[in-house]
């Protein structure tokens, strides 16, 4: 596997359920970033990971849990999340939080809450 | 307050000719800007910047425009592909701010 891989790729979940995104990156990166994309919505940065440490938490809701185990890997655990929390979950890694123009991202999760 | 816009949702060009992809800011603290492309079922992967130092970036077909009165940037694509049907998002940054922000995207098609 080669760039920044996302799991699954979609995903169906009620309100009362508890599932996790991960995110995976093979890039020797040491930041990683999550990004929510709602419909007809522009990108909007959820978290940040600068060396396993979350150095930025957008005002996002706490039924949103990420975790950073290693520098490879990113998780964003869901729980009791709304239908408008549906949309498309974004991963990204750049080599460090300063390269923002070296962001590569994954192809997304794209998450229906019903 | 949308800080980034990209006020054409979709855009059509033919083969050959030259594809000119808009976006206004309205924060004069932006400094950097990005433009990315989107292919379905895949990330964003970066296109080309430019610094506000700048008016003008250039990377073989592409080249954006920086309009730093009129907080305006242009991305224009010659000659278009029909590979080159995607969408294209404008990014905005701020100094050494490590934070985006996007605007929402237009969908260029190229016709054969």
């Known amino acids: 596997e080669t760039g920044v891989t996302q799991t699954p790729r979609h995903l169906v979940m009620g309100m009362t359920n508890k599932k996790s995104l991960k995110c995976e990156q093979h890039?020797?990166?040491?930041?990683m970033y999550w990004y929510k994309q709602s419909a007809k919505k522009p990108l909007e940065l959820m978290f940040v990971?600068?060396?396993?440490?979350?150095?930025e938490n957008n005002s996002v809701p706490s039924r949103f849990s990420p975790e950073c185990p290693n520098s490879s890997h990113l998780f964003l655990h869901l729980h009791t999340l709304q239908p408008e929390d549906s949309a498309l979950y974004l991963c990204?890694?750049?080599?460090?939080?300063?390269?923002?123009?070296?962001?590569?991202f994954g192809p997304g999760t794209r998450l229906t809450v019903l | 307050d949308q800080q980034v816009k990209q006020n054409s949702p979709s855009l059509s060009v033919q083969e050959g000719r030259i594809s000119i992809l808009n976006c206004d800011y309205t924060?004069?603290?932006?400094?950097?800007f990005l433009w990315y492309k989107k292919y379905p079922a895949e990330g964003p992967t970066f296109l080309i910047s430019?610094?506000?130092?700048?008016d003008k970036n250039e990377d073989g077909r592409f080249t954006v425009f920086l309009n730093k009165s009129a907080k305006h940037l242009s991305l224009h694509i010659v000659p278009s592909q029909p590979g080159d049907s995607a969408v294209y998002f404008c990014?905005?940054?701020?100094?050494?701010?490590?934070?985006?922000?996007f605007g929402k995207g237009t969908l260029l098609t190229v016709n054969p």
């Open positions: 990204a890694s750049s080599p460090l939080i300063q390269n923002v123009d070296e962001q590569f």
């Open positions: 890039l020797g990166h040491n930041a």
């Open positions: 990971y600068s060396l396993e440490e979350r150095v």
């Open positions: 924060n004069s603290m932006f400094d950097y």
């Open positions: 430019i610094s506000s130092i700048k």
């Open positions: 990014a905005a940054g701020e100094g050494s701010n490590y934070k985006l922000t």
